[in-house]
């Protein structure tokens, strides 16, 4: 690998360019802070990748025991024990506040001629590369990298002035890159507010609002009996099959229903289910429109089947039910202290629905659907962006230990002096 490397970089093990790795002291711990305690890491202390003081417990120690047990600026503690998804993760130390070094997380503190950011920007860029879980030892449910294998992963090192460069083009880029981040994140936002925009504009009217029992020819709860997979029977759609005012047949079951209930629970086009309990109360009045892919299926108890007349747009019904008009009315009449949220029939019966000609229905409808069909569009273009976006911190890092982010200077040296140097410094440390 060292060929590969620029001119006047070395690589090394990490152990060569460390002076201190350790685990933490395993104290007794505080939930709240009490008077004399200090805070004390933990490792949801870093799981953001950076020291949050939200997240820590509280420890009494005597300040003559500061200086050995508390975190020093530029210390970097390291998760080496955690799930995948999580290990390996690190955080570096810049706060002006004594931060106890807990249990379960390794505090790394680099050679003074090493740059304590550069070096964690490339424990970043290794754990991006899958370095760490390549090394890691696994259990149930989580996985551990021992200090014998950190201290053996390869460092390429650069002269210390262009450590420094490095860290100041990273720093620039990343907070360049939070901006976009955050600017990025108001679309859905955005999107959902507009969403309900079109829907309130949909529901706002001259011709006043009645009762939805006006026109309904039919309301029924679902099958109580129980479905399964692999049944040769009927299938039944249930709540998770209620998607986004659509029916989807993922995780399909099926029943065994006689003849009388398979008639009077059989669906038709244009049919509305409705989800009518759940623990979720924002789950609860959800509701979706039977395409012809699902005609004749049947549904469960927890789903409330209602049939319009002749005089009431199903579409125009189906996407109201998700404006704040509607769904106020619902969540005011189902909330529950119970822990699970319900309405019923005669609730449903009695919600009150814009008084709107059929005609004027269908146009909303078409608009709305004009409308929406943009705003996924825009959606859909988000998603890329966003992956984009979240991938560029890896693609960053790469450039930056190619050598390829900043210009390198002649007078810069060479890192085989610096590494000589260290390690010379090291041997006389052991000697004493």
Known sequence: MENKLPKGWVETNFENIISVMTNGRNFKQEDVF???YF?????ETISQETIDLKKVKYVKIEKSDIEKYCLKIGDILFSHINSDKHLGKTAIYKQDVNLVHGINLLLLRTEKKISPDFTNFYLQYFRFRGGFLNIAQRAVNQSSINQKKLSLIPFPLPP???QERIVAKLDALFAQHE??????GRIPQLLKDFRQQVLTKAVLNDYGYTKLKDFLIDIKYGTSKKSD????GIPILRIPNIDDGKINSKDLKYSILDKKESDILSLKINDILIIRSNGSINLVGQSAIVSKDFENYSYAGY???IRLSDKYNPAYLNYIFKSNFIRSQMIDTSRSTSGVNNINSKEIQELNVPLIPLKKQKEIVSRIESLFTKAESIEKRYQILKEKIDNLPQAILHKAFKGELVPQLPTDGDAKDLLEEILKLKKEVKKK
């Open 179 to 184: 901006a976009m981040k955050k600017a990025l």
């Open 34 to 36: 009490v008077e004399g």
């Open 229 to 232: 997979y692999g049944i040769d």
């Open 39 to 43: 805070p004390i890491s933990r490792i």
């Open 160 to 162: 210390l002035a262009e």
């Open 303 to 305: 789903l409330i089947r």
